[in-house]
C-alpha cells in the first residue's frame, strides 16, 4: 500500500505528474492481474426459463398491484404516459409501457475518477467494480470490542483509507456523521468529507432534496465548473425511494425525480427483507424487488427517457428464528448473484449490496461470509458491488481493520472473476516439452518471469509463510497485521484531495465542519 | 451440532432405529436447505473453445512429450494398446486411443456411508460432495499458537469431529501419523482410525502396494465380507502416481494398477505446481495437468475397462516470488473451478483440492481464502471438493477450530450452489397481492412459515445478534466459539462406528495402535 507521509509529497500537479510517468513504466494495465471493470457474467444462478418467469410476474404485479403512496407530481407523469391509478390510490403500470420504457434506458454510466491514478467506472455491461458505501452508524475499536457512535471524521478517514486500497474502486459513504442532526447540513459534509479524503468516484446518500443545490456546487467548485463536473461527473448520489412492499417513500422519490431532471446518476437503493417486507421464497423476493426497481427505472425515463441511472434491486433476508436482518447470509449472496443476472438480462447497470458481515469481529466468519458473496455477485457480473469492504454487525458497523483486509479479499475476488486466459502462447505446449525434456522444471523459465507480474496476485497483509517464519515472526494474525496498517494509514495517509484554494472557498460558502487540523498529519 | 456423550446412547441397532424414525419426521431430505450432491455447474470458468483448446493441447502433449518413467507393467500394458516408447523410453499416448479409453470410462461412482444418517457419495454429472483431506503433519494448538506434530490419535479425532458436523460429506484424511515409520503399519492404523472415527463415506491415502491386502481385510472385516464392501464400499483411498511435469511414480503407479485391477475407486491425485513443476501460464498448467490426468485415466480404463476412478487433476500455485506453496490462492481457486468444467466436458467424475488457506491461524484471512475457493468450486459443478475443511498453513497444519468454522462456511456454500427454485409457488404473485393489500408485510404469513426450514440455512456458530446482545455475550469471535464446540466434540462426540466384537477382531489380526481407552469419553 501506498501512504503518503506527508503532503507536500503528493501536492499537484508534481504528484499527479511523477505517477503518471510511474504508470509509464509500468506494465499495460490490462496486463495487470486484477483491475476495475474486469468482465464478469460467467456464472448464472438462474436458469432463462427462471428469468423469464421473474420478470412476467414481476411485470403482472406492476400491472395488478402497482406501487402505492405515489407524489402528485409522479401521479401526473405516469398517468399522461399511460400509467393508471386503481381505485385503492395505486400507480398501476402497463406492461407494455415498462418493456417501451426498458428499451429507452441507460445501458451505461461513467462515475469517473479525479485522478489518473485511479480508474474511472464504467459502469455496465457485465463489467464488475467493488465500492464501499454502507451507512453505518457505529465503527468496531478493535482494542476494547466496543462499537462507537460513527461521526464525520469516520466519513473522511473512511474515504482516505479506501483511497490507498488499490482493490477498492469507488468510495461510497460507509458512516453517518450521528453528531450531525441537521439533514442539509449532514448531506453537505458527508459529500465535502468524501471528496476531500479520496479522488476516487464517490457515492454518497442525499437525504434531503434541499440539500442539492448546495451539493451541486461543491461539486462544481471542486470540478472547477458545473460544466466540468457534469462532463465527468466524480461523485453518484440516491436513497431509498421505495418502502417494500410497493410503496413509494416521498422524501426519496423527490430526489430521484429531481435528480434525473438533472441528467444526473439516479444511484438509488430499494431494499426489502424477505420474509419480512418480502416473500419468504427467494424467487418471490425477486420478483417483488425487481417490480419495485422496474417502477423507479420507469418513473426515471418518464421524466428523462435515457437518464442514467442504478438497477439497484437489493434483496436482504432476516433470520426467519428472530427477525435480525442477515446481511451475511448464503440466501442474500445467491438473491445479489441472481439480480446481477437479471440486470444483463435487461441489459441495464446494475448495483447489489453485498460483501458485507453479521459478525461483529474481523474474524473467520467476516472473511467466508464476504469471501463467498462477493465472488458470487462478481462472476454473476454486478457492475457496481456495494456495500463489499469494511462493513459488518449486519450493517450497523464499520471496522477499519476489516476495510484492509477486504481491500486483498477483493483482490482475490477480482483475479478469480477475470479468469485465465487462453493463447497460443499461455497453452505453453513449446515451454512444457522444452521443460520436461531439458531442465526437469519451469523455475527461471522465461515465461515463469514474464507471467510473474501479470497472471499472479501478490496480497498485502495475507501470510504464506512457512509456519516457522510465521511462528519466529510473532505468530501474528491478519486481523493484527491489518491493525498495524490501518493505523498507518490513518496516521499518514492524506490524500489533498481538494486543492488549497478550493477548500478555502467551500469552507467560506458552507458550514464544514471537519477541522483543517484533521486533514494532516498529527504535529506529535 | 449433534454430540453422543456417551457410546450407549448410540449404540446399534437401536440408535439408528431411532435416527430412522426421527428422520421419517423431519422433513423431505430434498427440501432441505442444503445437502449432499446438490447440483452445480451453473458457472463456467472457460469459454466451449478454450475448453477445446485445452483439450487438444494436452491430447499434443501426450502424444509427443507423453509420461516418463513408467514401470516395466504399464510398458508392457500400454504398449500392447497402442502405446509406443520415445526414444528417450518416455510413453506415448496416442489421440485416438486416449479419446478411445475416455469413451470407456466410468461415468460415475459410489462411496458409500456405513449409517443411513449420513448420505452415499453419488459421484458423477454436476454433483457436489466437500470431503476432509490433505494429510498435513502438524496440528494447531490455538492456545499457545503453536503447531505440534500429528499423531494416530488426531487422524481419529479429526474423523469423529467431522462425523459430527452436517456439512462436511465424506471424511479424508486430514493428518498424518508422524510417529509411525512403517508405511503398512501407517496405512492399517490410518484406515482403522478413519474408520473407528465416523460412519461417513472415507477416503485415506495408500502409501505401500504391500498394504492392500491387510486394508482389504479390514474394510471386509468392518462391511461383514468382502463382497459386501464391494456392494457398497465406504471407503476411497490412492496415492500421486505423477511427479510432475510428467512422470510416472513408480510406488503410486503399482496402487493406481492394483486398485483398477480390484475394481476400487481409484481415487488418486495429481498435484503440479504452476510456475515451479507447471508452466507459470495457467492455461499452460491447466493442459499438463489435464494430460496428466487423462495418462492416468488411460492407464486405469486399459487396465480394466469402466473401473471406477477420479479425474483428478489438482493445478496448485506456488507464490513466484518466494517459491511457497500458495493453496489458498486466487490462481489455485480459479484453475481448479476450471478443472470442474473440464471434468464436465469429459463426463467423467472430478475430484479437486480447494477451500484449503495459507493462514496460520482460524482468522479473516482463512475465511475469505476458504469462503471464495469452496465457493467456485462448487458452482463449477466439482464432484467432491478435497481439502475443504480444516486446512491450513498451506496444507502443513490442521486446525480443530477451522474444521468445526468451514462446517458452516461450507453450509453457506452449499446453500449458494443450490440456487433458487422458480416455482408458481415460490414466485409468490398471489402472496404478494395478499400482503400488500392485506397487512402490508410478510411476518407470519403462511409461506413465511413454510419456508423457514426449506429456504433458509442457519448456521451454528456464525453470530448474527445484535451489537448489544453480542457485547452482552462477551463479545466473542467465532474461533472462540469454536474453540468451545471443538473441545465439546472432542470430550464427547465418540460414534462408535466400528461394533465393539468387530474391534477385536481387527486387534486381534492387526498392530493396531489406537488405544482402547482413546475411544470413549474420558473417565474424569
Known sequence: MHTTASPERRARPGGRAARLALRGAAPDPDRKPVRAGVSGGRYNPLTEPDVLAIHRA???????????????EVVAIATAQGCRLSPRGRLLFPSALVEDLLTKAAREYMICSRD??????????????YATSGEAVSVLDPATRRYRPSTLCDVYDTARVTDALPNIHQYGQMVVPTEIEDLVEADINVAYAALAGTTKPVEHAVNAVGSLPALMEIYATVAGSERRFRDRPFVSFGGCPIVSPLRFAADSLD???????????????????????????????????VAEALACLAVVNMVNPGCPMSFAAWPFTVDLRTGAFAGGSAEVAVLMAA??????????PTTVATSMSDAKMPDAQMGYEKGISSIVAGLAGANRIMESAGMMASLMGVSYEALVIDNDMLGMAQRVVRGIEVTEETLSVGAIRAAVLGEGHFLGAADTLKSMETEYLYPALADRSSVQVWTADGASTIEERARDAAAALLAGHFPQAIAPEVDARLRDRFPIRLPEDRMRPAAN
Do not use: C, K, N, W
Not at 414481476?58 to 402528485?72: D, N, S
Not at 439480480?339 to 441495464?348: E, H, S, W
Open 58 to 72: 414481476a411485470l403482472e404485479i406492476l400491472a395488478t398491484v402497482g406501487i402505492g403512496q405515489a407524489t402528485a
Open 116 to 129: 489518473p491514478a485511479h480508474a474511472d467506472l464504467h459502469v455496465g455491461g457485465s463489467r464488475v467494480h
Open 255 to 289: 430526489v430521484m425525480v429531481a435528480t434525473a431532471r438533472l441528467g444526473l446518476v439516479s444511484d438509488i437503493a430499494i431494499a426489502p427483507q424477505a420474509g419480512a417486507t418480502a416473500p419468504a421464497y427467494l424467487a418471490g423476493t425477486l420478483v417483488q424487488v
Open 339 to 348: 439480480i446481477a443476472q437479471i440486470g444483463r438480462f435487461y441489459d441495464v
